[in-house]
């Protein structure tokens, strides 16, 4: 009877709904007119006389050119993730999401090098659109601030929307040059003074070793994480977290499982041979632990074991959140997607908890 | 009793002098001049009378500007590594190898794009210089070929050299472009043919996503493993195991931690869009296990528990092998190197029986 009693115990906590952030989820613009009401005479011309559209890069494959959203995210009208009712049913409702963090439209803070006027238009209205048509429409809904890449321009754009409630971080664009460059900083202060967290995700413009030779979506997914490995190193060599120790770093569709790897490495080579960078005080990997967070989607099989393992090497259960790429093809499930054998704790914390903290929920 | 037995016999065990492969020893020039022989009139010239010089790149840092080697390894003239006597004194007798694999002078076959006349003549006249000076006066040294970029002299020289006894593997120098393009087929086909292994060794030149950010060497050491993801994507995404089932690669000095990520990482892509690449037949981890190995230098610090955790991640324990880099200053000891909590069969596989599979010694 004692068992029983254990056993239904057990069922009840299995039963009891998780909370969940999902921390990468894709809005979108029906169309680029959706911009015209927040820009200004001069740039609103560009889209509704000159017919302007971004450059278009893809990074990997012909048969992206279909689609790489999931068949069922499309609305009546616009392409998916451009209508608020959908993905208030199909993301937050069907998947009894707590909270689901808007990435905004972050490729467009570094395509649009050379000509920053434009760019920082773009973003100001992006901005504006998604308090306007998602945020204020359902206290779910999370923001990041898309900036230009002009380090003044985004401290403007980050004082003018970072105050609003539901505005939880500073979405850079992962490209192919490093944020952890002291030309950027202005943007780290910015973000940790008005309590923000900064979140990375990879454009269509990463860069990788090898340069072009990511013609294959098998390529393409297994390199890009190098890109990830870059801006962690750049933001740690170049002393951002001693410049603000508060600030914390969400690693977005970027992998976890090298992590461990990155931070013995680096912690190995910082022994070695430290005196280059004296501005750096800690261990790179307490960095690791004490500021920087990683997103799971697109989830790579493994085991419950393993997994456990590469948790146990980071040294720390904090690292990880949940996310699912809405409304992408490649779509986990926060009900499916986390290995089996994995204590509740833990998985509360990467469903919910750490992304929590990263975001001062 | 018994139990003292065991202890008498496992000691007898630990006191075996266990066999050694180093897979990454730098032999040097003492000059360019020791080139001088090897070339014909038209190319001497270049060293004697126009005083040539190879493109100076220096990877990372201004501290390497005194040495990267070891305090005790220059010889009474000339660079470390360029003493034959003192080489085979320092290295092979001091730390009891059976074998020590020579990389060569790849550096070069990758940076004379542009002028491939004279870096096959170049490769051609190292690699005599090699069997003369150094594989010719002891048998425990191996070489590599060193070839230049052009894939026609290349196996021009593959076919010259490859039947000595003790050239074992082509080496391939990791930089800025993926050997796994359909270009460099004929590199494989030679090697194959031959009977030799293809070795990975990085350059100067190395790539890396976030491009002229590597101004420290902890950013340097941190990221240049990047370029070695690279390298095995784009052998794996464009067929050369397919075409080559029995070739094996060994990857030297870019580190293994990520290996099991990447494992991981490229079976579920391959999962999820296999369609575009119909050539790759087998899942991409089974490549990693049948046709990769790994050297192990430069050591990043790890538990004896999280190194075993990563061998069985790999699920193989056939993929590393150890490495010293002699006469650099991060020398790796055969000696010290491993972890110390580790069966002595996985002991005597990455000291020697991988490499041994590998170069089929």
């Known amino acids: 009877m004692g068992t029983e009693q254990t056993l239904e115990a057990n069922q009840l906590i299995l039963k009891q709904k998780l909370k969940v952030i999902d921390t990468d989820v894709h809005h979108e613009l029906s169309s ?3 911009l015209v009401p927040y820009l200004s005479d001069h740039w609103k011309r560009y889209i509704t006389d000159y017919e302007w559209k971004p450059i278009k890069t893809t990074p990997f494959h012909q048969v992206r ?4 959203h999931r068949n069922d995210a499309f609305p009546e009208a616009g392409p998916p993730g451009s209508s608020f009712e959908l993905l208030q049913k199909q993301l937050l409702d069907e998947n009894d999401m ?9 490729h467009e803070c570094t395509v649009a090098t050379g000509w920053f006027e434009f760019a920082a238009a773009r973003a100001s209205a992006y901005n504006d659109y998604t308090i306007e048509k998602f ?3 359902d206290k779910r809904l999370l923001g990041s601030i898309t900036i230009p890449r002009d ?3 985004a401290v403007r754009e980050i004082e003018r929307v970072g105050s609003h409630p539901q505005m939880v971080q500073v979405m850079l664009s992962v490209g192919n040059f490093a944020w952890g460059d002291p030309y ?3 943007i780290f202060e910015a973000a940790n003074r008005m309590g923000l967290a900064i979140g990375m995700h990879l454009s269509a413009d990463i860069s990788v070793s090898g340069g072009d030779f990511l013609r294959y979506y098998v390529a393409w997914r297994s390199a890009h994480p190098q890109a990830y490995m870059t801006q962690v190193i750049s933001l740690i060599t170049n002393g951002v977290f001693d410049k603000f120790p508060n600030l914390k770093v969400g690693f977005i569709e970027g ?3 090298w992590v461990p790897f990155m931070m013995n490495r680096m912690d190995s080579a910082y022994k070695a041979l430290r005196q280059e960078t004296p501005w750096v005080k800690r261990m790179p990997s307490d960095y690791f632990r004490d500021n920087m967070k990683f997103s799971t989607q697109p989830w790579n099989d493994i085991s419950s074991e393993h997994f456990l393992s590469i948790v146990d090497m980071m040294g720390s259960e904090d690292m990880l959140m949940f996310s699912s790429d809405y409304p992408h093809w490649d779509f986990d499930s926060p009900k499916r997607t986390l290995p089996p054998k994995i204590p509740q704790s833990l998985k509360e914390k990467i469903l919910y908890n750490n992304a929590a903290d990263l975001y001062k929920l």
Chains 1, 2 share one sequence.
Request: without cysteine; hydrophobic residues 35%.
């Open 98 to 106: 707590t909270y689901a963090v808007l990435g905004g439209w972050f």
């Open 151 to 153: 380090p003044v321009a």
């Open 65 to 68: 050119q279909g689609t790489k």
């Open 255 to 257: 992998g976890f499982e």
């Open 32 to 34: 680029l007119h959706d």
């Open 135 to 137: 945020l204020n429409r």
């Open 184 to 186: 950027y900083h202005p």
